[in-house]
């Protein structure tokens, strides 16, 4: 029987996380669905994890790729092999919640092309943060995006990048109209392949759907992208998300103002201090240039407010925070002498 809902999870050195993810789906006892391993060539055990699963489950299949492909070219390989009407595009380390699979193959009849669903952020060892917000709005929200009058809308609403599907786990999308885009050269390696993918389908129609109960919870403390370093992640959403705009819907679009304007939700003042603290404390692996940059992009739609972040950014007294920190740490060494000194 033709599955109705195709779990995707690419995965690359994630075993550790990997069967947590894989048992929150699994334990669900829906039999219409089938989940899909693609594998990036890890180096961990992820293969050894992977025959137990297959073995014990009979919709489970893992595929291993020889060499690491990227997250953009892996998610494409992964959905590539999905045999059902809907594919959940899910993150090795994250945990779906029960009830979930029920939850969202009853929201097919509405025949949305894309779904987005709320979500939690937790720690590394999945303690329970805060929810995260995706619009601006606790009610169900539809839009198609070939629609001008929809798609501002739903832009205008947006509070994060996930409302432009950045984040994968919240991500259920119907094959056949993933199969209708390609993966762009432009964006391949970007880690945003899949929003352009969409962002290119919706010129000719993208119906999608915000589902507003919470289907997972999301692994923090654990971002991927984050490998080279906090301005490196930072570049990689900044830019990546300004670039998207731009060759989509043009520089001085509404669209790119919203999305543009979500950007700053999530990369605050306070991020960009304390990366500039970063640059500081590693300036080998934390580029205070690129950060001197990116902040300039972030902000760089005229208002009081943007100016204003901007002034604070580059007046703050990022020496003070070495000069406290050596103080700190002399006065922690003399109170220890001291108290050595009372004992004796």
Not at 58 to 71: E, F, L, M, Q, S
Not at 145 to 155: D, E, G, H
């Given at each position: 029987?033709?599955?109705?809902?195709?779990?995707?999870?690419?995965v690359?050195?994630?075993?550790?996380?990997?069967?947590?993810?894989?048992?929150?789906?699994?334990?669900?006892?829906?039999?219409?669905?089938?989940?899909?391993?693609?594998?990036?060539?890890?180096?961990?055990?992820?293969?050894?994890?992977?025959?137990?699963?297959?073995n014990?489950w009979?919709?489970v299949t893992?595929?291993r790729?020889d060499?690491?492909?990227?997250?953009?070219?892996?998610?494409?390989?992964?959905?590539?092999?999905?045999?059902?009407d809907?594919?959940?595009?899910?993150?090795?380390d994250?945990v779906?919640?029960?009830g979930?699979i029920?939850?969202?193959?009853?929201?097919f009849?509405?025949?949305h092309?894309v779904y987005?669903?709320?979500?939690?952020?937790?720690?590394?060892?999945?303690d329970l943060?805060h929810?995260?917000?995706?619009?601006?709005?606790d009610?169900?929200?539809e839009?198609d995006?070939?629609?001008?009058?929809?798609?501002?809308?739903?832009?205008a609403?947006?509070?994060t990048?996930?409302?432009?599907f950045?984040?994968?786990?919240?991500?259920?999308?119907?094959?056949?109209?993933w199969?209708l885009?390609?993966l762009?050269?432009?964006?391949?390696?970007?880690?945003?392949?899949?929003?352009?993918r969409?962002?290119?389908?919706?010129?000719?129609g993208?119906?999608?759907?915000?589902?507003?109960?919470?289907?997972?919870?999301?692994?923090?403390?654990n971002?991927?992208?984050?490998?080279?370093?906090?301005?490196?992640r930072y570049r990689i959403?900044?830019?990546?998300?300004h670039?998207?705009a731009?060759?989509f819907?043009?520089d001085?679009?509404?669209e790119?103002?919203?999305?543009?304007?979500?950007?700053?939700n999530?990369?605050?003042?306070?991020?960009?201090l304390?990366?500039k603290?970063?640059t500081?404390?590693?300036?080998s692996?934390?580029?205070k240039?690129?950060?001197?940059?990116?902040i300039?992009?972030?902000?760089?739609?005229?208002?009081?407010?943007?100016?204003?972040?901007c002034?604070l950014?580059?007046?703050?007294?990022y020496n003070l925070?070495?000069?406290?920190?050596?103080?700190?740490?002399t006065?922690?060494k003399l109170?220890?002498k001291?108290?050595?000194c009372?004992?004796h």
């Amino acid at each position: 029987m033709k599955p109705i809902l195709s779990v995707c999870i690419p995965v690359y050195n994630c075993a550790e996380y990997l069967e947590q993810a894989l048992d929150s789906i699994l334990q669900q006892s829906i039999d219409s669905i089938e989940v899909i391993v693609y594998d990036g060539g890890s180096t961990d055990n992820t293969s050894r994890l992977m025959e137990k699963y297959t073995n014990t489950w009979p919709n489970v299949t893992y595929y291993r790729a020889d060499k690491k492909g990227g997250i953009d070219a892996d998610m494409a390989s992964c959905v590539s092999k999905a045999n059902a009407d809907y594919c959940w595009l899910f993150s090795g380390d994250d945990v779906m919640r029960q009830g979930s699979i029920a939850l969202a193959i009853s929201e097919f009849k509405s025949n949305h092309d894309v779904y987005i669903c709320k979500h939690t952020i937790c720690n590394i060892n999945m303690d329970l943060l805060h929810e995260h917000s995706v619009l601006n709005t606790d009610e169900s929200f539809e839009a198609d995006f070939m629609i001008a009058s929809q798609r501002l809308n739903w832009f205008a609403s947006a509070s994060t990048t996930e409302a432009f599907f950045s984040f994968m786990s919240g991500l259920i999308i119907k094959k056949r109209t993933w199969d209708l885009g390609t993966l762009m050269p432009k964006f391949d390696g970007s880690c945003w392949a899949h929003v352009a993918r969409l962002f290119e389908i919706s010129k000719t129609g993208l119906k999608v759907k915000y589902i507003p109960n919470i289907l997972l919870d999301q692994r923090g403390d654990n971002d991927s992208f984050a490998d080279r370093g906090v301005v490196n992640r930072y570049r990689i959403g900044i830019e990546g998300y300004h670039t998207l705009a731009a060759h989509f819907y043009g520089d001085k679009s509404e669209e790119a103002f919203h999305i543009r304007r979500v950007i700053r939700n999530e990369f605050k003042l306070q991020s960009f201090l304390s990366a500039k603290i970063q640059t500081v404390r590693n300036p080998s692996r934390e580029s205070k240039i690129l950060l001197d940059r990116l902040i300039n992009i972030a902000y760089e739609d005229r208002s009081f407010k943007n100016m204003l972040v901007c002034f604070l950014y580059k007046t703050f007294p990022y020496n003070l925070f070495l000069i406290a920190r050596c103080l700190y740490r002399t006065y922690k060494k003399l109170n220890l002498k001291f108290k050595k000194c009372i004992i004796h």
